[in-house]
């Protein structure tokens, strides 16, 4: 594999994500932690990695290994998340067969982009890949990145229109409330009897429109819409994954590693007064408390195996987000020299945050009990470079896009004190900033 890299003049990441849809629409990867600023966009596939078992975490990180570890990178600037790098994501539950709607993109998927577009700190850079096989002509295969290169950037001017376009929705299914709060009851009951404390229920809404659904239209609203968040969108064939979270799984540099702890929620306040209130009473609401609780403490189990220090705040603050507030406590740490990227996302993915506490129970009974295929859903989402650095976020605030109907997603952590209702009006929150932008509402 070769790879090169050069800083280019400064390009808008939607123009540069919607001129590659030409070229390469169903291979295109788009990344942006506005928190710190990093933007990702990857078009074309030099090489591609797809799993359907439980190893595959152990598969990705074997190729990702020869594949990237190999390459000869040609004109490295040494800033962060540019050259060689997979992107992709994990499925929640990687031994369950995914359904007709998730199927294209199996229990893992990560392709390395043909042309990587990296924003950072104020910096354009452009990586282009190739793989040869020694079957191949690496002239031919130079010739012809050198040509989509060429096209891909006589595109960059292309006109905008119809991303104005009104789609208007046709038809909506929602899960049945009345099979959701027996659901959540049943949650509740088997709590009342074992030592499972916490299960987290995710449910689904269905959207038909009256036109082809358009990824970058989703993300152009999403950073509009949804600031602080990291904003994603991971294409495979006419399917792709789109949302805005807000929660970080694991982001590694050099021995550094950095993660969160994100449970209790509450909607945000119409005025200051009110949301002022509403962030008070979360922080001292008992149930939200004790659900985040129990993800602090696993988190900095699964940590304090892979890690000489960590840094874990005693006291959780809030998380301001458009349409919701969340307890959310930051996590520090400096990692053993031999644990890697993907030994994080295995130990840390799911939370409970994601999954429930203890992990083993919670996922037992949600795999036996939920009625939906989540996917990629509250699974693992990011990106991995050759010196075993890069960042997942967990993939929530989301919704699956293919052809005219989108599929979102939305889940609630169930203790023992839950009310049904409740916890059907917290997801009916969390469905907003999807909902907000395929309408392009600003509520």
């Not at 959540?184 to 299960?199: P, Q, S």
């Not at 064939?237 to 807000?246: I, L, R, Y």
């Not at 609401?285 to 900095?300: A, I, M, P």
């Not at 699956?400 to 839950?418: Q, R």
């Amino acid at each position: 594999m070769v790879s090169e890299i050069k800083e280019i003049e400064s390009i808008d990441p939607i123009r540069f994500y919607h001129a590659a849809e030409k070229q390469f629409c169903g291979k295109r990867f788009f990344w942006e932690n506005q928190t710190d600023g990093t933007i990702l966009i990857g078009a074309g596939i030099a090489a591609s990695i797809t799993t359907e078992r439980r190893e595959n975490y152990e598969m990705i990180r074997k190729n990702c290994d020869d594949l990237l570890k190999r390459a000869h990178v040609l004109g490295s600037c040494g800033a962060e998340a540019t050259g060689p790098l997979l992107v992709g994501g994990f499925a929640f539950e990687a031994e369950k067969q995914p359904s007709e709607d998730w199927k294209p993109f199996g229990s893992g998927y990560f392709f390395l982009p043909a042309f990587l577009l990296t924003i950072q700190k104020g910096c354009c850079y452009l990586t282009r890949s190739v793989v040869c096989t020694s079957h191949d002509d690496a002239d031919q295969l130079t010739q012809q990145l050198v040509h989509e290169e060429k096209e891909l950037f006589s595109l960059l001017n292309a006109d905008f229109s119809d991303l104005n376009v009104l789609n208007s929705l046709v038809k909506q299914i929602d899960q049945d409330i009345k099979a959701w709060n027996h659901l959540v009851g049943e949650a509740i009951r088997t709590m009342g009897g074992t030592e499972l404390k916490k299960v987290v229920l995710a449910r689904s809404r269905r959207l038909k429109y009256q036109h082809k659904l358009s990824s970058e239209l989703l993300i152009h609203a999403l950073r509009t819409q949804q600031d602080q968040t990291c904003v994603f969108c991971l294409e495979k064939g006419s399917s792709a994954f789109v949302g805005a979270t807000p929660e970080r799984l694991i982001k590694k540099q050099g021995r550094t590693i950095y993660s969160a702890c994100l449970a209790g929620s509450a909607a945000r306040g119409s005025t200051d007064e009110e949301d002022a209130s509403l962030g008070k009473w979360l922080l001292n609401d008992r149930k939200n408390r004790l659900e985040h609780q129990y993800v602090v403490s696993t988190v900095r189990h699964s940590l304090n195996e892979l890690c000489e220090q960590l840094t874990i705040p005693e006291q959780p603050r809030l998380m301001k987000n458009k349409n919701i507030q969340h307890l959310y406590t930051p996590v520090k740490g400096y990692c053993n020299e031999s644990a890697s990227l993907f030994d994080f996302v295995e130990c840390l993915h799911p939370t409970p945050a994601l999954g429930g506490f203890p992990r083993a129970q919670a996922l037992s009974w949600i795999s036996k009990h939920e009625p939906i295929d989540r996917g990629y859903y509250a699974a693992p989402i990011g990106w991995c470079d050759a010196r075993n650095n890069g960042e997942f976020h967990v993939g929530i605030r989301s919704a699956l896009i293919h052809e005219d109907e989108a599929v979102l997603f939305a889940g609630c952590g169930v203790l023992k004190d839950s009310i049904p209702d409740q916890e059907y009006k917290e997801t009916a929150i969390k469905f907003r900033p999807m909902l907000n932008a395929l309408s392009r509402r600003h509520l």
